[in-house]
Structure formats: C-alpha cells, structure tokens
C-alpha cells in the first residue's frame, strides 16, 4: 500500500477541482520513468516525492508514460512540479479506472474458487467493489490500490487451485510437503521466486542501497503525518495523557517535547514513554505473526483448508498494521477486502468483517480533507453501512454483532462528525490534531479488538477439526478393541 506522502494529506490545485499531494506524486513518476535513465530513477530527488515503491510498480508507472506522451507531453517534464493540466488529470484518473480493471478480476476469480452459491458471490461482489475504502483512497484521494489488491486477490485464487506459488509458509506446508518430492517441489519454488527477485531488482544494482532505503523509510519516524489506527496510535496517546498529567503534577521534572503531532514526516520522540525503534517494531510484528504461522504448520495437511489460507492472510496483515513501521492508514484494506470474501462463507467472519470494516474506513476518511466533502463521506459511510446489514440479514437471518460491538459501531460516524464539523466549532483554529488524533485513536480500538477476535476465532476454527479427527480416532480404536473381544468371546 502507499506509504510516500511527507505531509499530512492536503488538497492542491490551480483550478476548482480537488485532488491529493498523491496526484502529484504519481504524476512526478511518470516524468522519472519516462524522462531518467533507470539508473537514475531511485537517485533523483528533484521533487519531494521521489520515487518509493518496488521496482514492478515503477515499470507500471513507465508503460503508462508511454501512453501519457500522447496526451499531454507536459506532464512528462521533470521541471513540471505539480502540473495539472486538464488533461493530465483526465488522463491519470483514467489510469486509476483502467488498473482497477485488475481489481475487478481478481474478485472475479477468487469468487469463482470460494464463493458455493450465487448468492455468495453477488455479496462478495458487493461489498468488495463497492468497498468505500478503495473508493475515497483510489478515485478520490487519488492512488492504485485496487490494481495492487486485484493482484493479491488473484495469487490467493490461484494458490487455493495449486496453480502458481505466491506465499512461502502456506507453500512449504501446502506444496513442498506432499507426494514425498520435498526437494523437487522446494527447487521449483526457491527457482521462482529468485527468478522473480532478479526480474524486479536487477535492472537497480548499482543503485540497490538507494532503493532499500527508498523502499524502508526508517528515518520517516514511527508513525505517518497522520497516525494509522494501530497500537502505536495508543501508544503515542498515552504518552501525550501522561505528558499532560506529569506536567500538570510535578511528577517529572523535566519533560521532552514530543514531535509526533505537528502534521510532517519526521524523525520523532516521545515525551514520556520510551520511543520505538523500527527494530522493536520488527519484533513486534513478528511475533505477532508466529502463533498463526505455527498453527498453519502444525495443522496436519489432511486438515487444511483454503479458508485457513486467508484467514492466515489476513491475521498477518492485520499484526503487520498493527505494529509495523511507519504504517499508512489505507493499509488496513489488505485485510478488509480478503476478509469481504470469507463474510459471506461464515458467521464469525462477517461479525468480526462488519467491526474492522467500520473503522478502518472511519480512520481513512481524514484523507478526504476538503470541507466540502464532510456531507460526502458520512453518506458512503451510511450507505455501505446499510449494505453490510442487508447483506447479512440476508445470508444468516440473524444480526451478528454482541451489543457491546453495536455501540462501537455506531458511534463511530459521529467521530467523522466531530473531525469535521464539531471541532472548528468548539476550539476554531486551536489543537488542529485533536481530531485525527482522536480519530486514531478510537478506530485503533476496533481494529485491534478485531484482530484479537479474530486469532481466536482462527485458533478454535483451526483445532476443532484436529480434535474431532483425535476423537474418531480413539472411537475408532475402542470400538476395534470391542469387536476383536467379541471375536474372542
């Protein structure tokens, strides 16, 4: 997902029309691509938004510059910062549309493998296509996150029909451990996905240490300008409690000033709690990940199921949002749109779906910043709400959340409400982060309660087979211990 804007989103534009710092961003790497020699594609920092996804999405960015110099030649100039000429904008979000044409197959084909009725499938499609994340963060915000999940979604159909490897640990498991060819099958996959490796990192060796640094942007600091919902949002909150409390009471003499609040990209610090390292991150992330790794593993392979596959997908996004490094809000969809596919199948799925769903797309409405557009995102927020509701009703017959959760969910659109509204009322000009903060903040609360749901959900649905099978089992050896006394008798 995006992870390159130094700035807290703003809107930008010479005309009246609206459009993110990220429209300028992609537009700055189509004239890299387009205007630099690839040795200097990952060098050149004339813009602030230089070029800082995988090798792949550059080349992306130069087949469409192929195209864009037949519409307007001007966009291609790297001199040009912040062009927009009409038909630079007609032409990109075109682009959007067109990449979005991966989306639509990836829901497609995945629909195809999982989905056991029509029915299932038209309310995967609906809430998937119709997914309001994708649609403030792609179409309005401007990005190309359907044509990245299109991708991702296509290489779980495909694994889940043995076709072509795309996740190592469900391989090993799934590929390498089968028909007594571990070493064959364990060749083939290394063969792969090294070929692959060299295909997207290959044309950038003189310039690797560029690109790593590009693509791990650990002097950015811990968090983005504005907090993604995860355990850091907390984090980062209790800090700035005990910051006030500290200085209100005397119970630290002296405080450091925390910079996580000011709106910019940057190394920070926290005033009280001690500050992160992208090393502590990593072992959180990790070690977060291990407990669903291990049961995909130890689950005997007769057991498996592709279901197990994407919850396992899932989960893992879920910890690397959670406690990853300079994490982006609009991250959060890379659990929510596999997620969307498994609500239709099951119960537990969609509750937890409807919970994460809600806040992950509460927490990326801030990105919409224009006024204008407050009335905007309450009603997709409503609409797609409602969707939800119908679409469960009419799958179970029943409503899948505990009152406990309906209360979370439902305050939720009047946190959009005070973040654009509300606020200017009460403190006008004053405390201008309070509400992304508070934003954060309490979608972070949903997203982490689902992410714990759903690890018990994952662990009791991946060990009841077990435990049946090891109950037919003893059954079985009991009554075989039977039959032979009877023979005896």
Avoid at 427 to 443: D, E, K, M
Wanted: proline fraction near 4%; aromatic fraction near 14%.
């Amino acid at each position: 997902m995006t992870k390159h804007s130094n700035k807290l989103s703003t809107t930008t534009s010479s005309k009246s029309d609206h459009h993110s710092t990220d429209f300028e961003v992609h537009r700055n790497w189509l004239a890299i691509t387009y205007s630099l020699p690839i040795k200097e594609w990952y060098v050149n920092a004339k813009s602030e938004w230089t070029l800082d996804y995988p090798p792949f999405f550059a080349w992306l960015e130069f087949l469409f510059s192929q195209i864009a110099k037949f519409v307007d030649p001007e966009m291609l100039k790297i001199d040009n910062l912040n062009y927009d000429s009409p038909e630079t904008i007609f032409f990109q979000r075109t682009t959007v549309i067109i990449a979005d044409l991966m989306f639509l197959y990836g829901v497609r084909e995945i629909g195809k493998v999982f989905c056991n009725s029509q029915n299932n499938f038209m309310v995967f499609g609906c809430l998937s296509l119709c997914n309001i994340g994708l649609l403030m963060v792609d179409h309005i915000h401007f990005q190309y996150n359907g044509f990245l999940l299109g991708i991702l979604l296509l290489s779980i159909a495909k694994v889940c029909k043995n076709e072509t490897p795309a996740f190592i640990v469900w391989l090993l498991k799934w590929y390498c451990f089968r028909d007594n060819k571990f070493f064959t099958r364990l060749t083939q996959l290394g063969v792969i996905v090294l070929t692959i490796t060299f295909v997207s990192f290959g044309p950038f060796l003189s310039q690797l240490p560029q690109v790593f640094s590009r693509l791990f942007p650990f002097k950015r600091g811990l968090v983005h300008a504005y907090w993604a919902a995860n355990a850091w949002a907390l984090y980062i909150g209790a800090d700035k409690i005990l910051s006030v409390i500290s200085k209100r009471f005397g119970w630290v003499a002296t405080t450091k000033t925390a910079s996580m609040t000011g709106g910019l990209v940057q190394e920070d610090t926290l005033a009280i709690l001690p500050t992160p390292t992208p090393l502590v991150t990593f072992v959180a992330t990790l070690l977060s990940i291990l407990p669903v790794i291990f049961l995909i593993l130890k689950k005997k392979q007769k057991h498996l199921h592709r279901e197990d596959f994407v919850r396992c997908i899932i989960l893992c996004a879920l910890s690397s949002f959670i406690f990853g490094w300079h994490v982006h809000e609009k991250a959060i969809l890379t659990a929510i749109i596999p997620l969307s596919l498994l609500a239709t199948l099951n119960k537990n799925d969609g509750r937890i779906f409807m919970i994460l769903s809600s806040a992950g797309h509460t927490a990326i409405q801030p990105l919409l910043f224009p006024y204008d557009l407050t009335l905007l995102k309450i009603l997709m927020h409503f609409i797609y709400s409602l969707a939800e509701i119908l679409c469960f009703q009419e799958l179970f017959n029943s409503s899948l959340l505990k009152i406990h959760e309906w209360i979370y969910v439902i305050i939720l659109p009047f946190i959009t409400i005070y973040e654009t509204v509300i606020h200017k009322i009460i403190f006008g000009q004053q405390l201008p982060f309070l509400p992304l903060a508070l934003t954060s903040i309490y979608c972070a609360i949903g997203v982490i309660y689902s992410w714990v749901l759903y690890y018990y959900v994952f662990y009791t649905n991946c060990t009841v087979t077990d435990i049946e099978s090891s109950n037919v089992k003893t059954s079985q050896k009991v009554q075989t211990k039977v039959d032979k006394i009877k023979k005896r008798n």
